[in-house]
């Protein structure tokens, strides 16, 4: 993290992106395009002439320049790139305040929340997405990551057919598809070893999944 300044950025919601642990392997989601800004506070000058005055967002790395309503999303998505989710969440509230129905900055939130490590709240988060925007096919990706890498394969399946059903040319929900099959096939083949332990056929099965799932 740069020192001496804050920093956010942002992910478009045709093209989400996110890793999620699942028995070893990721699920995976498109890395988003970035571009660059920052939440800075109420501008000295202005609240004293405007006791009403909001705050306003400025390029971080261009400080003398404020950013437009529409260059929000790349501020956050710049912010998420370097890591600083806290500061990335901060200039989504502040954006959303000026734009409450941007579809970009909500999905923007699921994305800072599961990058910065609360999937609990990320997975709330985009649950509440998806029952406001059903028809968006990355938001059900992303979640099947979340649930996936808690061994919810059943719950991750579901969510990556959903994504597939609304986008059939989604190549990566494919790809996380194949993944949740093979983690229930080993989950097979260990159940099998249970009950069978030594058969080398099952390990050496098992063991290539695990190959596969790297």
Not at 44 to 70: H, L, R
Not at 116 to 122: F, L, N, R, T
Not at 126 to 147: G, K
Request: hydrophobic share 45%; net charge positive.
């Amino acid at each position: 993290m740069r020192q001496g300044r804050s920093a956010l950025f942002f992910f478009y919601s045709q093209a989400p992106f996110f890793a999620g642990v699942l028995n070893g392997f990721c699920l995976k989601v498109n890395n988003l395009r970035s571009a660059g800004f920052l939440l800075a506070a109420a501008l000295a000058a202005t609240m004293a002439f405007s006791p009403a005055a909001q705050a306003v967002i400025i390029d971080p790395d261009e400080p003398s320049k404020m950013v437009s309503p529409y260059q929000y999303p790349n501020l956050v998505d710049k912010l998420i790139h370097r890591g600083e989710y806290k500061d990335a969440l901060a200039v989504i509230e502040e954006a959303l305040q000026k734009n409450p129905v941007s579809v970009q900055l909500r999905f923007q939130r699921c994305v800072a929340y599961e990058r910065m490590g609360d999937k609990a709240h990320a997975a709330k988060l985009y649950e509440d997405f998806i029952e406001r925007y059903p028809e968006i096919p990355e938001p059900y990706n992303n979640l099947a990551s979340i649930y996936a890498a808690q061994g919810k394969l059943d719950r991750a399946q579901q969510l990556v057919e959903r994504a597939l059903a609304l986008r059939p040319t989604f190549a990566l929900a494919y790809s996380n598809l194949g993944q949740i099959y093979l983690a229930k096939a080993k989950n097979a083949f260990e159940s099998s070893l249970s009950n069978a332990p030594g058969s080398r056929s099952v390990q050496s099965k098992i063991k290539a999944i695990d190959e596969l799932l790297k």
